[in-house]
């Protein structure tokens, strides 16, 4: 028998469900409190910055079940889950699946002392990253750890959650430890060239080690984490097109694409396929291009498909209107292709109700502020 019953209280209330003879115990925080406890973080086009006005704009919204095919770092799947919707988590690249499973899980896979006691455990060796990626990314004793780091995780007997945890502690570390936080360039040079005047980055921050910065993402996950009654689910990674209707609610947050496609070659492979390599090392040595200044290998058909102007517009339209059984909320920003305009008149065309927000928003590497714009379709009955 499923028993839930809800005491309110000034600022929380207590919510207790089981079986017979069991009970848990949850405390039911305001979601505008917990989203201050999700993770900080420096993945491109991450909504964690607009969650409260997101959140602003769904809460009136009826629904159980939701799916966020575009998932990322899974902010805004956190989001959903503070509301206690029933979650699936989404997206095309296999280290987010780490993501995903790690930030959404019920209960941390592994306590502090048991990270502490594994990564202390790392032996510097030579392997994939420290043959193919020398003076590319990180300095050759970084590389050299990242080996041992993959080793040991073949090496131990670790259970799915563990091995994606251990994993996103070291995807968290990588990021912070990049000019830019990101792989699209060959650009060691940044952070090795000693007395230049920088205006970006942070040469402490890069320097800092590994284990450092990866205490750091686990002590971010501490607060984060917490058992919810609903516990979320994590789809294999993949192509969005593919996941199957039937959500109440369905969040889609695409890649956006520029108006010149020129502009669009550093997409999510470019700027993340370092960190993809990492989530396969067993199969990365034998996919690298050589020839590529970062050592790219090639991407799922997928994500180059939702990254250039050519058909991008048609995906889009055909997964809203696959969905349009479902409550759609799309995340969207102006000067893209296609134009507000167009969407606004293609969600008019499949939903009964329509309803357009907006706020203004600025991206941490460019000057450029933009309006980022939430699209909501209401079915037809
Ligand atoms: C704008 S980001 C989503 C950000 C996310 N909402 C967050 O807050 O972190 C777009 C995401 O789409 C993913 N992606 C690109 N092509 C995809 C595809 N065809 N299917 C699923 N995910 C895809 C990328 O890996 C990226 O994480």
Known sequence: MRLQSAVKSSSASIAMEGSEGTSKIHVIHPVTKLISTFPSTRYYGSKRKLLRSIYAHIRGIQFNSVLDAFGGTGSVSLLFKAMRKAVTYHDGLLFNEDVGRTL???EIALSRTAVQDFFANVSPCTGVISRNFEGIFYPAMENHWLDGFAKLLNDRSLTVGQGALLRYLVY???????????FHRANLHLRTNTGIARSFGNAVTWERSFEHHILQAYDELQHAIKPFALSSHILPSGNAEDIPTGYDLVYIDPPYVGLQDRYNRDDYWRRYHF?????????????????????EFAPPSWISAWARLGSFKERLFALIDKHRSSIVVLSYVTN???PEAEI????ESKFANVSIHSAEYSHALSKLRKRELLFIGYPRT
Not at 344 to 347: A, R, V
């Open 104 to 106: 959404l899980a019920d």
């Open 172 to 182: 968290q570390a990588c990021l912070k430890k990049r000019p830019f936080n990101l």
């Open 275 to 295: 960190l993809e390599g990492l989530a396969r090392y067993n199969d990365w040595d034998a996919r690298i291009d050589a020839r590529s200044k970062t050592r």
């Open 336 to 338: 893209a292709h296609p």
């Open 344 to 347: 606004k008149e293609y969600f």
